[in-house]
């Protein structure tokens, strides 16, 4: 779906929370940058791709997923997806940041050989602490932590003695929901900045090493997971 993020910003705006106000702005530009900066990087690429930047770019398309996941549980109040989704880009973050360290390590990642996010995690924390105590609050949601077992409030509550929570409404605080927005217009900007300075002001740096796509041959060594168009039947049905 293109631009997904556009309807989200536009869904969450209609809601017309105030504390939404001075921070959708930030989000719907972070979300346009991403855009713009894979359009920049294809003007650039003259026929081939690296190892490295195959990796760049990956790490681009995760963001820009995770950044719509985050947005999609923002507007439905999923505690659990937001937190989950959350918790990905956390590590997105992680990845970007080791991998910056060394260059070597593009390679190791496209081939596989990579420690785990544990490792990973571990590192990039040491140089940015304060993600530690968010990426852990996140954890216990995803991992079913005792910060994993949230009730909504009931919008109403018929009798005075009617149990006022619900397992299958969801719905979060204004407080948390402020919070939550907030964190996330924070960490989409960050990953924003470091991923343009992979792909757009280092192009030259990541043009470097083999080869991995070439538009000069029909098979190569970079394998794109991605979608495929449906192709329409003749009688008006899809395959």
């Known amino acids: ?53 195959a990796v760049a770019l990956g790490l681009l398309a995760r963001t820009y997923q995770l950044g719509n996941s985050c947005l999609v549980n923002q507007l439905l109040q999923n505690y659990a997806g937001w937190n989950c989704s959350y918790r990905s880009l956390l590590e997105t973050f992680f990845v970007i940041d080791w991998i910056e360290q060394d260059s070597q390590r593009f390679e190791s990642y496209f081939e596989g050989t990579a420690p785990g996010i544990g490792r990973i995690k571990t590192e990039s924390c040491g ?38 929570f619900s397992a299958t409404f969801m719905g979060i605080s204004g407080t948390e929901l402020a919070d939550m927005l907030n964190r996330f217009t924070e960490l989409i900007a960050l990953l924003n900045r470091r991923i343009h300075v992979l792909l757009i002001e280092n192009f030259d740096s990541m043009k470097k090493g083999e080869i991995v796509w070439d538009n000069s041959v029909t098979k190569s060594k970079f394998g794109c997971l991605g979608w495929e168009p449906i192709e329409p039947r003749k009688n008006g049905h899809s395959k």
């Open 127 to 164: 140089r940015n602490p304060e993600f530690a105590k968010l990426y852990q609050n996140a954890s216990e949601v995803t991992h079913v932590g005792s910060r994993a077992l949230h009730l909504s409030r009931k919008r109403a509550v018929k009798a005075s003695n009617e149990f006022p």
């Open 1 to 53: 779906m293109e631009k997904a993020d556009n309807w989200l910003l536009g869904e969450l705006k209609n809601l017309r929370f105030e504390p939404y106000n001075h921070l959708l702005p930030q989000v719907s530009q972070s979300m346009s940058e991403l855009r713009q900066i894979e359009s920049n990087f294809a003007e650039k690429l003259d026929g081939s791709l690296t190892k490295r930047q």
